[in-house]
Each structure stands twice: as C-alpha cells, then as structure tokens.
C-alpha cells in the first residue's frame, strides 16, 4: 500500500498539513518528516520514554502512535517547550545538578517532568520516581534527575506563593 493519508495538525505552534504512510509512526514523522529530531526513537516499543511528545497536553509516547492517530491534534515537542522557555527552569536545574548525562534520554525526561509539573501540587521525590520509571537513563543518573525536578518544584511553588502574598 502506497498511498498517502492526508494530515492536518498544530506542531509547536505551526499550522502543518501533508500525507503520510497510513504505518508511519508519530516520532518517525515528527523526526523525518518535519525535522525535529529531539524526539527520539529508543526501544520503538513505548518502554524507554526518549519518543515522549505532548498530544493535546497529555505525555504520549510518539513511537506506539500513528501520524494518522494524531490528525486534528496539537503536538508539543521538546523543541517547541524549549523555544517558548516553557522548560528553562527545568533545562537550568538539570545543567545545574549535573542530570543532562549524554542527553540521549533527556528530551523525553523532560517531557515527563513537564507533564508532572504541570499537575497542582508539589510531586515528592517518591512522585517523581513514580513519574520517571516510563523514562530510561542507562548513563543511571536517576538520583541528579529527581534532585533537578525537585528544585524545580520547590522553586515553581515558592514562587506562586510569593505571587499570592503580593496578590
């Protein structure tokens, strides 16, 4: 089968519309197709979480997706998170605390991070391990990455308190 599927969604912002193999998987079109290529393909079996993108504002793995799936949707990569600084605190605590490791994984830890983030609260370092074990880091820097998120958290929570009290 050869034909095209006809697709429209919303990339990082970006109006995007094309064909693609009813087969092609969302990571393979976000990394071939459009050339975003910080979403990365591990294990192709939805286990590693390198291939995380936001679909809708929800944590999706891109590889276990079609493109096809994603027609009519807004999609989030890590690009997009990044050039809006949606994440610079995140990016800046994790250079800070040394969890970038070999970066393979990282764009998709981020995801996960932001996904958890974005949830009322502040997650405990239990939360945030719960959270990161769909994400696999074989540099093993798990404990750098739970203390960035954390400072994250506290920082974003302090600040929202600093935001009410002036209020």
Do not use: W
């Not at 040394?98 to 997650?123: D, E, K, R, Y």
């Not at 405990?124 to 954390?150: F, K, M, P, Q």
């Amino acid at each position: 089968m050869t034909d095209l599927a006809a697709i429209k969604m919303t990339v990082n912002g970006e109006a995007v519309s094309c064909g693609v193999a009813p087969r092609e998987t969302l990571a393979d079109f976000l990394r071939q197709g459009l050339e975003l290529t910080g979403t990365h393909t591990g294990c192709e079996m939805g286990a590693c979480g390198a291939c995380l993108v936001l679909v809708d504002g929800r944590v999706v793995h891109s590889c276990l997706m079609f493109a096809v799936q994603a027609d009519g949707s807004a999609i989030e990569t890590i690009e997009g998170l990044s050039d809006r600084s949606v994440i610079a605190d995140l990016q800046e605590a994790f250079h800070e605390r040394n969890a970038l490791q070999c970066g393979f994984c990282t764009s998709g830890i981020l995801m996960t991070a932001h996904g958890l983030l974005s949830l009322p609260g502040v997650p405990s370092r239990d939360a945030i391990r719960d959270a990161l074990s769909g994400n696999y880091c074989r540099c093993t820097g798990y404990e750098a990455i739970v203390d960035a998120i954390e400072v994250v958290a506290l920082r974003r929570a302090e600040s929202r308190q600093t935001e009410e009290a002036g209020a």
